[in-house]
């Protein structure tokens, strides 16, 4: 069973910064792409940032040059550094990674619990 485990959410001035984990956990873990997915109340769920196995990276027009994703392989594990916060960025994140099935022989997205970031003004 794959488990994705979210950490560094919080409550934060606008420009400051938090720092989220998501690591990925399971037996004979295969894992492509992970990234991170927000929503705010209301709205729907939209992609924040992407990182390729590779480690090609793909960012939200509304944070290219805020936040940064980064990953460990070796972990499994996933990063977002969030630095100069604003109000809208406020939102439950989760993170997302595809994982290789075994049984069928392809990749299916999995999900983290999701963490709330919140920014006040």
């Known amino acids: 069973q794959v488990q994705l485990v979210e950490s560094g959410g919080g409550l934060v001035q606008a420009g400051g910064s938090l720092r989220l984990s998501c690591s990925a956990s399971?037996?004979?873990?295969?894992?492509?792409?992970m990234g991170w997915y927000r929503q705010a109340p209301g709205k729907q769920r939209e992609l924040v940032a992407s990182i390729s196995s590779g480690g090609s990276t793909n960012c939200a027009d509304s944070v290219k040059g805020r936040f940064t994703i980064s990953r460990d392989s070796a972990k499994n594990t996933v990063y977002l550094q969030m630095n100069s916060l604003k109000p809208e960025d406020t939102a439950v994140y989760y993170c997302n990674a595809q994982v290789y099935s075994g049984a069928w022989d392809t990749y299916f997205n999995r999900w983290g619990q999701g963490t709330q970031v919140t920014v006040s003004s």
């Open positions: 399971g037996s004979a873990l295969r894992v492509n792409n």
